[in-house]
């Protein structure tokens, strides 16, 4: 399943028709070499995602996987890819807990609702879809929610 996100190499947002891990691989490298990172990690019912962000707020990787009841196994072919001697800190879901004793336990709509007004100034909705749940969140003028 591929994922298409928010490319945020310039000042201004722009939206992506082709995947981020891609497009910018070279960008991506730079940033790496020379910024914090911060590692999200979602462990859903059926998906394992995780965003890394410098500490610019710029989104340097990320990835969607369906687990198949396989967590720990996809979880750690995951983290093998990121060098995590460059992530300064962690923050992961409540499904999460059995899988970290370091970081930071966030509430997913907290995480969606910051995450979404650290990317996009003047948003008005979010819609969400996970494999449990659903949900809409609206934002007023004032961008809160």
């Known amino acids: 399943m591929e994922r298409w996100i928010i490319e945020t190499r310039s000042p201004s947002l722009q939206y992506s028709t082709t995947p ?65 001697g460059q992530v300064c800190q962690i923050a992961y879901n409540h499904k999460s807990v059995d899988f970290f004793n370091q970081g930071i336990h966030v509430n997913e709509q907290v ?11 003047d948003v008005g909705s979010v819609f969400t879809i996970g494999g449990e749940t659903f949900g809409l969140i609206l934002f007023d003028e004032n961008g809160r929610y």
Do not use: C
Request: neutral net charge; glycine residues 6%.
């Open 20 to 84: 981020y891990r891609k497009k910018n691989a070279y960008w991506r490298q730079t940033t790496m070499e020379t910024s914090k990172l911060f590692l999200g990690i979602d462990i859903g019912s059926v998906t394992i995602s995780y965003v890394l962000m410098d500490d610019n707020k710029r989104v340097v990787d990320s990835n969607y996987i369906i687990h198949q009841g396989n967590i720990t196994n996809i979880l750690e072919q995951e983290l093998k890819k990121i060098d995590l």
């Open 111 to 121: 995480a969606i609702i910051e995450g979404v007004r650290s990317q996009m100034e």
